[in-house]
């Protein structure tokens, strides 16, 4: 019993240490919350560089696990899954296939985007890590035998999804990215956003790659982050923004695949791209150009009722919703109301371009433009202005598409060149 203790008390600062793990698209638990401290002493905020990497092209955002860092990146005709080193950014291993620079239906923003921009998926159980790439290649790899590759196949060719069809609401302006959104594994189920034929959501078995169930909804894919689970009355979904609509969709037994909710919310250029922000039974959906708009939706099992629509929008960055409040960070930062949809504040210099955090102690950690991160107060200190505490350019190069993440006492950014940098926000050394 002594010796155990002893391990217990030598194990406790080992994994104190480590923090939160960030093994998902938006983090932990899918919204941007994280459980760490943003870091900040009073007086500075960052700590100064850790390690710094370069991994390819690509807006797919870094994932957290223990000590490793898995980032998925594209040269060579070739897409590339770096697993690093937490600590010192040092490669562990690597694992590559064939691969085109974009989708195979590729059309309009290629200066703006390239490359793998799917945010791989981590399946604590099995320690399998899934990732999907701009031309459909979905790959399951053993995170616990330096990344061998468990299964393999292409959406494009299983599924037949076409190129995605004009829908602008106001002038012509088609667009499609390829495949954009992040796998998602609940139970056995690895939930995918696809588009084809069969049905917008495919569930696959994430040990065999089967196929479990297909969508009731046949939309084409969106643009957005990927598919955010949703309990409806105690029945567990998904929603998801696809090319057209807000779809609710069943993921239970016999019932997997069964429309509950439909929205309409069509984007000219196609552009979905905010990943709804879930919170209770309320879906918040956003986008620019035809809409400028944000909406809050109510779901249940008899399908979605708006409850309000301000006319404040996101273009790409995903709203989060934290203690009656809602922020995000595109042109600007904002806090909403989340009861009324009414303005609370905004500011700062934010453009297109932006991702944001909650961290512990209720402040938000920002990236923006080309690479600069800023710490903000949320409303809890700041309820009437936009208050910021502290910004650095960190990189410099490409545009900062890619998700900030947060990890034991580690701020990750990279840009969509591929350059990566970490940064200190706790007083380690």
């Not at 370069?54 to 770096?82: M, Q």
Request: hydrophobic content about 35%; proline content about 4%.
């Amino acid at each position: 019993m002594i010796r155990s203790l002893i391990v217990s008390l030598v194990l406790l600062p080992l994994t104190a240490a480590n923090g939160a793990d960030w093994p998902h698209w938006r983090g932990p638990t899918r919204n941007d919350i994280s459980t760490e401290s943003s870091g900040w002493d009073g007086k500075t905020w960052l700590k100064g560089e850790r390690w710094k990497a370069s991994v390819g092209e690509g807006s797919s955002a870094p994932v957290v696990v223990g000590d490793k860092v898995y980032l998925t990146g594209w040269s060579d005709n070739r897409d590339t899954l770096f697993c690093l080193d937490l600590n010192t950014g040092k490669e562990r291993w690597q694992q590559s296939y064939d691969s085109p620079r974009y989708g195979r239906h590729a059309i309009g923003d290629q200066s703006l985007y390239s490359a793998a921009c799917s945010t791989p998926e981590y399946d604590s159980e099995s320690g399998v890590l899934f990732t999907l790439g701009v031309d459909g290649d979905l790959n399951a790899w053993d995170t616990r035998d330096e990344g061998k590759q468990i299964w393999s196949l292409n959406l494009y060719e299983r599924y037949q999804a076409q190129r995605r069809p004009e829908v602008a609401v106001r002038r012509k302006t088609q667009r499609d990215y390829g495949y954009m959104s992040s796998p998602l594994v609940i139970g056995k189920q690895l939930i995918v956003e696809v588009g084809g034929k069969k049905g917008n959501l495919v569930a696959f078995d994430k040990r065999t790659g089967a196929e479990l169930w297909h969508s009731e909804n046949q939309d084409e894919a969106g643009h957005t982050g990927g598919p955010v689970p949703i309990d409806v009355q105690g029945v567990p979904c998904v929603a998801v923004l696809t090319l057209r609509n807000l779809v609710v969709a069943r993921t239970d037994g016999s019932k997997a695949g069964k429309t509950v909710a439909t929205y309409p919310w069509t984007t000219d250029f196609g552009n979905n791209i905010a990943t709804p922000a879930v919170f209770g039974d309320s879906v918040i959906i956003t986008s620019a150009y035809n809409h400028v708009a944000m909406c809050r939706l109510k779901v249940t099992l008899n399908g979605a009722t708006k409850v309000w629509e301000n006319e404040m929008a996101s273009g790409v960055c995903s709203p989060l919703v934290h203690d009656g409040r809602v922020y995000w960070a595109w042109n600007g930062v904002h806090c909403v109301d989340f009861t009324t949809g009414k303005e609370l504040w905004s500011g700062g210099k934010v453009g297109s371009q932006g991702s944001c955090i909650l961290t512990a102690d209720d402040r938000l950690i920002v990236y923006a433009k080309k690479g600069e991160l800023s710490l903000v107060e949320t409303s809890k200190r700041s309820p009437k202005k936009y208050t910021q505490l502290a910004a650095e350019s960190v990189l410099s190069k490409t545009d900062a598409w890619p998700h900030v993440v947060l990890s034991g006492g580690h701020v990750i950014c990279r840009d969509r060149s591929g350059s990566v940098r970490c940064m200190a926000v706790d007083p380690r050394d």
